[in-house]
């Protein structure tokens, strides 16, 4: 196997190891988290009817603008709350959680709080 150099073909290979071992069912969906350099991506899927239930994106979250670095955080807790609370309406309650090939860390990690604190068991 030849050298993987690309950021993205690494993460790639990261994530296919996780989901190697992760999969969602109907009464566990999976929540798999998409990172961009701009937005984060939540989504509630059931992989064996091959289904996504309930996705969002921090474009949908209304805050003030800040000049904080921090702010993509706080943007990605709240988004993490927001699919917490969507994902109760569906009757969803625990999910496995699949963090995409990234670190479990900064904005993947506020998001994963954001939809504790919002309810959701991991």
Aim: charged share 35%; proline share 2%; glycine share 10%.
């Amino acid at each position: 196997m030849s050298r993987i150099t690309s950021q993205i073909e690494r993460r790639k290979w990261r994530h296919a190891r996780v989901r190697s071992k992760v999969a969602g069912t109907s009464e566990k969906p999976r929540l798999c988290v998409f990172r961009s350099n701009k937005y984060i991506n939540g989504s509630l899927v059931d992989d064996v009817k091959g289904v996504t239930l309930v996705s969002i994106n921090t474009k949908k979250i209304k805050t003030p603008k800040s000049d904080s670095p921090f702010n993509k955080v706080n943007v990605s807790m709240e988004a993490g709350r927001e699919l917490a609370k969507l994902a109760k309406e569906k009757g969803v309650e625990a999910v496995v959680f699949d963090r995409g090939g990234y670190r479990f860390a900064g904005r993947v990690k506020a998001f994963a709080d954001g939809a504790r604190e919002g309810g959701l068991k991991f």
